[in-house]
Nanobody, 132 residues
Framework: QVQLVESGGGLVQPGGSLRLSCQVSGHTLNTYAMGWFRQAPGKEREFVAS???????????NSVKGRFTIARGIARITKITVSLQMNSLGPEDTAVYYC??????????????????????WGRGTQVTVSS
């Protein structure tokens, strides 16, 4: 059973930074592209950032470009981690942030996925609140 666990959320002042992490377990030898999404109260879950299985390709929502950085941990068969470095945070970034994994076993290692319905597994989310 594949499980994703996010960590690193919290309360931060406007202009501050946070680093979210996500660890994947139970994945055996499958490969995954990874993504981050967020959902603010009363809004749809939206794409934030994604990274290919190879780690070479990334994509970002326009609202976070230049402020957020997605990265994969050191490649290990038995451990998959992905992070989201968030800088210059503003109140509009307040949301629950979700980590997602797309099983890419047998698929392109360089493709990135930005649509939520493409992802196979989801974490439970971590709250990020930006407020003074």
């Amino acid at each position: 059973q594949v499980q994703l666990v996010e960590s690193g959320g919290g309360l931060v002042q406007p202009g501050g930074s946070l680093r979210l992490s996500c660890q994947v377990s139970g994945h055996t030898l499958n490969t995954y592209a990874m993504g981050w999404f967020r959902q603010a109260p009363g809004k749809e879950r939206e794409f934030v950032a994604s990274i290919s299985e190879s780690g070479f390709n990334t994509d970002y929502a326009n609202s976070v470009k230049g402020r957020f950085t997605i990265a994969r941990g050191i490649a290990r068969i038995t451990k998959i981690t992905v992070s989201l470095q968030m800088n210059s945070l503003g109140p509009e970034d307040t949301a629950v942030y979700y980590c997602a994994a797309k099983d890419t076993t047998g698929l392109s290692r360089t493709y990135i996925y930005t649509r939520r319905y493409a992802y196979d597994y989801w974490g439970r989310g971590t709250q990020v609140t930006v407020s003074s």
